[in-house]
């Protein structure tokens, strides 16, 4: 069972270069999200998605774009890299059933440094 | 924005000692959700709780939903060393965006 799989784990890059991250799901979950987890701190929702098409802000978004043009694919770009960018990234898929809110699954994570 | 003030940040405990932490909000939340986090790797569900007052046990995890929907408590019985790692506590919104807890660390003392 894949779940949920990001790629890289680990990226250096330099200040002011763009990637993408990348992250796909196989559970054909309604709703994605990406997080971001500094040292003594809970994670923070940048982007998040309810579906197909469909992308909203989080608590930090600026320096982060979003696309969702398929129900598995969420990936975050990142436009021009910055020190404070330095983080572990999660992405995270959700379901709802019903009453019951979604339960988050959480891919491994993306170390990222940038210099 | 919204937070959640998770206590305490890390406990010292001996193998064997019961554990409890616990999540405090000044928003109301729909859903509590108790996550583990080990080195490296990404949060993993424990305990879901959907309703205000609801008391859910997971082996020796219980986790209760607490009446005012403010607050949750997680306790974990008779610890043991593979209990080692970051509990966070989130809550639920409407929309399903999730906040998050800083975490609380646990460490065994040999």
């Known amino acids: 069972n894949a779940g949920v799989t990001q790629t890289p784990k680990f990226q250096v890059l330099k200040t002011g270069q763009s990637m993408t991250l990348q992250c796909a799901q196989d559970m054909n979950h309604e709703y994605m999200s990406w997080y971001r987890q500094d040292p003594g701190m809970g994670l923070r929702l940048i982007h998040y998605s309810v579906g197909a098409g469909i992308t909203d802000q989080g608590e930090v978004p600026n320096g982060y774009n979003v696309s969702r043009s398929t129900t598995e694919d969420f990936p975050l770009r990142l436009l021009s890299a910055a020190p404070s960018q330095t983080s572990v990234y999660f992405c995270?898929?959700?379901?709802?059933?019903?009453?019951?809110?979604?339960?988050?699954?959480f891919g491994q994570g993306t170390r990222l440094t940038v210099v | 924005g919204q937070q959640l003030n998770q206590s305490p940040q890390s406990m010292f405990i001996q193998e064997g000692e019961d554990v409890s932490m616990n999540c405090t909000s000044s928003s109301i939340f729909n859903t509590w959700l108790w996550y583990k986090q080990d080195p490296g790797e990404g949060p993993v569900l424990l305990i879901a709780l959907y309703k205000a007052g609801e008391l859910t046990s997971n082996g020796r995890l219980t986790a209760q939903f607490g009446i005012t929907r403010k607050d949750s408590f997680l306790n974990i019985s008779a610890s043991i060393p593979s209990d080692v790692g970051i509990y966070f506590c989130a809550g639920q919104l409407r929309n399903y965006q999730l906040i998050w807890g800083a975490g609380t660390k646990l460490i065994i003392k040999p």
């Open positions: 995270a898929s959700s379901y709802s059933s019903g009453a019951k809110i979604a339960r988050a699954f």
